[in-house]
C-alpha cells in the first residue's frame, strides 16, 4: 500500500476531524501519553497572548539558538506550508519527518478524535520527542486553558498583548479572554507578561498560584531599536536590537522568559539572534520593484492599533495605501478604524473559502463606500494605480490568507 503524501494527511485529517470536534484536554492528552511526547524538551516555554505570540516565539527561538541550545518550536498558523509549523533547530522538518509523525498519531489514537490543530501539535511534540533537546519553545493556537499545547506544564509562561479576538470561544471582554490566556500558567511557575496593563484576571490567577509574574513596564521594557531587563539587583541592562524585524516589545517578552529558564543572556546573544530571526507576514517590509510593501497579519483592532503606531514611526513622511481582507468571524470596521490615522486610503479584498468573505462586504462593513472592493489582483492594482510616487507605501492586513497570497505575488521566500 503506497504511503500517503502531506498533502493527502492534511487532507484527511481536516475532513474527517473538522473544527467541531469536542474542545478539552483530555483526548489530546491521553495520545500524548501513548506516544510519549510530554515534555518535548528538557526545558519548556509555552506562548500564549492575543498579537505578538508569533513574534515572541521566534525571538526566543533564536535566542536559545544564539546561545548555543538545541531547540524545537512549534507556531501557528502557517502562511505557505504546513512545515512551517514544526522546526528543529530553527529548520522546518521535511515532508517526510511531518507524515511519519501523523502514522505514529494515528496509530496510537484508537477511537479518539482529533481536531486539525490538536494533530498539528502533536506531531511537532512527537518530532521534538525523537531528539534529545535543551528547549522546546510552543505557541498556543487559540486561548490557552483548553488549547492542545496546554497539556505541558511549562518551565515558563508567557502571555503577550492581550485584545478582543475569537469571541465566540474565549468572551467578548478582555477579563474574560486573559482569564482563558492565564490557564496556561502553572503553580510556583514564573510567568512573563509582555501587555503593559494586563487584564485583572490574569495578575490575580498569578497570584493565587505564587506564580512569580514578571510585567512589562516594571520589570522589563523597550524602546526604539532596544530593550531593558531589571536583574535581581534591581538595575536595569539594556540591549540593543539593531536590524531586526521583532518589534522591541516582543524581543523583550522573549529575552525574560529565556532568562526565566536559566539561559544567561549578553549582547552578542542578543545581536546574533536580532540578525537571524525572520517571522514572514508580521511587520515585514519587503522591497519590490521600486515599490516598498508592509505585510502583516493583524486581524483585529488591538493588532491593528499596534501596526499603525509602527506604521507612523517607520513611515512619517510616506503615504501609506491598504489592502484589508478578512475573515468573517473579524472586525474589519474597527481594524480600518484603527489604522484610520496613518492610512490614506483602503481597498477591500476578497478572502478565499470557507471562511472567507467578499470585499464588497468589508467595504459595507467599514462605512467605505468609495473605496475599491473585489478581487486581490484588481484590489492591487487600483492601490498601485493611485500611487503617486514611488514612495508610497502598500500595506497588506487583515489576514494570514491575504499576505500568503501577496507573499506568492512578490515571490517572497
Avoid at 474542545?23 to 497572548?49: M, Q
Avoid at 541550545?69 to 504546513?82: A, E, K, Y
Avoid at 489604522?339 to 471562511?355: I, K, M, N, W
Wanted: some cysteine; hydrophobic content about 40%.
Amino acid at each position: 500500500m503506497e504511503t500517503p503524501t502531506l498533502a493527502a494527511w492534511l487532507d484527511r485529517i481536516g475532513i474527517e476531524h473538522p473544527r467541531g470536534v469536542e474542545r478539552g484536554l483530555d483526548r489530546v492528552g491521553i495520545v500524548a501519553d501513548r506516544l510519549g511526547v510530554v515534555p518535548p524538551a528538557a526545558k519548556t516555554i509555552v506562548v500564549a497572548g492575543t498579537n505578538g505570540k508569533g513574534s515572541t516565539t521566534a525571538f526566543a527561538e533564536h535566542l536559545l539558538l544564539a546561545a548555543g541550545h538545541s531547540v524545537g518550536t512549534t507556531t501557528s498558523p502557517h502562511l505557505h506550508r504546513f512545515n512551517e509549523r514544526i522546526r528543529v533547530n530553527g529548520r522546518e522538518v521535511d515532508d517526510e519527518t511531518v507524515v511519519d509523525a501523523f502514522e505514529s498519531i494515528e496509530s496510537n489514537r484508537g477511537g479518539i478524535d482529533l481536531s486539525y490543530f490538536e494533530y498539528a501539535t502533536l506531531a511537532a511534540m512527537y518530532v521534538m520527542s525523537q531528539t534529545p533537546l535543551d528547549y522546546a519553545v510552543l505557541e498556543v493556537g487559540l486561548g490557552g486553558r483548553l488549547d492542545a499545547v496546554n497539556i505541558v506544564d511549562a518551565d515558563v509562561s508567557v502571555i503577550t498583548s492581550i485584545g478582543i479576538d475569537h469571541q465566540e470561544y474565549l468572551g467578548e471582554t478582555r477579563e474574560m479572554i486573559g482569564a482563558e490566556k492565564a490557564g496556561v500558567m502553572r503553580t510556583s511557575v514564573p510567568v512573563v507578561c509582555g501587555d503593559p496593563d494586563p487584564p485583572a484576571s490574569i495578575v490575580e490567577r498569578a497570584r493565587e498560584l505564587a506564580a512569580p509574574l514578571l510585567l512589562a513596564s516594571r520589570d522589563f521594557g523597550y524602546g526604539t531599536g532596544r530593550f531593558w531587563v531589571r536583574g535581581r539587583d534591581g538595575g536595569r541592562r539594556t540591549f540593543e536590537l539593531a536590524g531586526t524585524p521583532v518589534d522591541p516589545v516582543n524581543a523583550a517578552t522573549a529575552a525574560v522568559a529565556v532568562c526565566q529558564t536559566g539561559c544567561q543572556l549578553d549582547q552578542r546573544t542578543a545581536t546574533r539572534a536580532a540578525r537571524t530571526v525572520r517571522n514572514p507576514g508580521r511587520l515585514e517590509i519587503v522591497q519590490h520593484e521600486g515599490r516598498t510593501w508592509v505585510l502583516d497579519v493583524a486581524h483585529n483592532p488591538h493588532a491593528a492599533a499596534f501596526l499603525g503606531d509602527r506604521l507612523r514611526s517607520l513611515f512619517a513622511d510616506r503615504t501609506v495605501r491598504a489592502v484589508v481582507g478578512c475573515l468573517e468571524d473579524k472586525d474589519v470596521a474597527g481594524i480600518v478604524a484603527a489604522l484610520g490615522h496613518r492610512v490614506a486610503e483602503f481597498a477591500y479584498a476578497d478572502t478565499s473559502p470557507p471562511r472567507g468573505r467578499a470585499g464588497a462586504a468589508l467595504r459595507e462593513a467599514a462605512r467605505d463606500a468609495g473605496a475599491f472592493a473585489g478581487t486581490l489582483d484588481g484590489a492591487l492594482t487600483h492601490l498601485l494605480a493611485r500611487c503617486g510616487t514611488e514612495r508610497d507605501v502598500i500595506l497588506a492586513c487583515g489576514s494570514f490568507d491575504v499576505v500568503e497570497r501577496v507573499r506568492t505575488r512578490l515571490g517572497c521566500p
